[in-house]
């Protein structure tokens, strides 16, 4: 009988596309992939360490899995995995730890499955993690996750990717458009380009710091791949997010009209103790591009409260910085420390509860940010790429530019896209629509 595996994925889409991958590999060597709630012999964990909760849910996640399967193989992987493998090799049920370069390698430790008496350890410095392995995510059949790029030579004080993923490196060209067409192939709609650093594509591309290629030439290369409909970027940072991508996005066919581009803070002061590398005035210029060219863009927001050194009068600055951008919605991440980085021994930590607070506060205003950019878009046609889950009786879908929509399930909508008018809100925060092509479909 066929090894059964399975899997569970923290974090990005930059993990899932990793996760799906590596499930490839397991069933060409001829394993059956099941759900993480099914009997298998194997669990493979793919970890985060970007947030405190990420790394708590680790442990909760092997219970699940013993739960099931008390013999089952552990296996952990990823940057948690990579930053800490101490750690999780000393939970208990946890079998084996691979770090950044070992993941992808991960059939040369599993040999026959038994269990270990303690985890066992396999992870490299991290600046031998300087080589690439393209990935790619089916996560339904509507959209892929396809990465791009991996690493980060940035050096943000509060970030641990660089320590658990490495240098800046790329996919080649070459690689991503044959992905792109495997993905188109497989009649799956939509395709999100994903990285770490996805603005800095080009660098390590073929194994050293020089560019060969850049964004704008990856973005381009792709608007040509045939039988792709959609294409969306990810989180690209703004100061890397130039004038002649977003211009060429605008008059694409492919591209979609979403961004989302991390901000952190609205505050200059803070930004410089993070070390980012733009100031407000920049993201302010890279908002204002995006609207003048593609007025019902969607534009999303990374931003971070309780920084060391966060006064009262730096978050309400970010509060009113974000209050009056023209921006659609809010990713709010409360800041927690992580070893190694150098904000974790700044002065001026802000409470906990402080932080809460005003992580209520941003995610208030990313509410109200949301439902103004969808009342923005009501009466409007738009074109809508219908989900395969049934919700409580409900399909949603996704507009080009990022509004969620519900309708009454139908199977036959899965995986196909419309033509719409936007309706009106419902009391979900979602939106109700008329079909364009209402000879097709009728009665929603």
């Given at each position: ?138 996560g339904d059949r509507t959209r892929a996750f ?218 208030g205003l990313s509410v109200k940010k949301r ?74």
């Amino acid at each position: 009988m066929k090894k059964k595996v399975a899997f569970y994925t923290l974090g990005c889409k930059l993990n899932f596309s990793e996760t799906s991958t590596i499930a490839r590999g397991f069933q060409e060597d001829g394993y059956e992939r099941v759900e993480f709630t099914e009997q298998a012999d194997m669990y493979v964990i793919n970890t985060c360490s970007v947030t405190e909760n990420a790394d708590k849910r680790f442990k909760t996640i092997v219970k699940q899995a013993q739960k099931v399967n008390p013999d089952a193989f552990v296996a952990a992987i990823g940057c948690y995995a990579q930053l800490k493998p101490e750690a999780l090799a000393a939970v208990d049920g946890v079998d084996l730890v691979l770090g950044a370069s070992e993941k992808f390698k991960i059939a040369d430790y599993v040999n026959d499955l038994s269990k270990n008496a303690q985890g066992e350890i396999h992870s490299c410095e991290i600046e031998e993690a300087d080589f690439y392995v393209g990935s790619y995510a089916i996560g339904d059949r509507t959209r892929a996750f396809l990465k791009v790029q991996d690493g980060c030579d940035y050096k943000c004080t509060y970030c641990t990717i660089p320590l658990a993923r490495g240098i800046s490196r790329s996919d080649t060209l070459e690689n991503v458009l044959k992905n792109a067409a495997e993905i188109s192939s497989k009649g799956i709609k939509e395709i999100v380009l994903t990285g770490v650093n996805i603005g800095d594509y080009g660098k390590g591309e073929f194994g050293n710091k020089k560019h060969e290629h850049t964004f704008l030439d990856l973005v381009q290369a792709l608007d040509r791949v045939e039988g792709i409909h959609r294409l969306r970027i990810s989180s690209i940072e703004p100061n890397l997010l130039k004038n002649e991508t977003i211009d060429f996005v605008a008059q694409s066919d492919a591209f979609v009209p979403h961004f989302h581009i991390p901000l952190q803070s609205g505050s200059d002061d803070l930004l410089k103790l993070m070390k980012r590398r733009y100031m407000s005035g920049l993201y302010v210029d890279r908002v204002n591009r995006i609207k003048q060219t593609m007025p019902n863009a969607c534009i999303g927001v990374d931003v971070i409260v309780g920084f060391p050194g966060e006064t009262e009068e730096h978050f309400l600055e970010t509060y009113h910085f974000l209050n009056e951008l023209d921006i659609s919605y809010l990713h709010v991440f409360t800041y927690s420390e992580r070893d190694n980085t150098p904000a974790a021994t700044m002065a001026g930590e802000v409470p906990k509860n402080v932080r809460n607070k005003r992580s209520k506060m941003l995610r208030g205003l990313s509410v109200k940010k949301r439902r103004a950019f969808y009342e923005s878009q009501l009466g409007s046609q738009r074109t809508v790429l219908f989900e395969g889950e049934n919700k409580e009786g409900y399909i949603h879908g996704f507009t080009e530019n990022y509004v969620k929509v519900k309708s009454t399930w139908n199977p036959e909508l899965v995986n196909t896209l419309h033509q719409i008018i936007l309706k009106e809100i419902d009391v979900d925060g979602l939106v109700r629509f008329d079909f364009v092509d209402t000879a097709v479909f009728t009665n929603y």
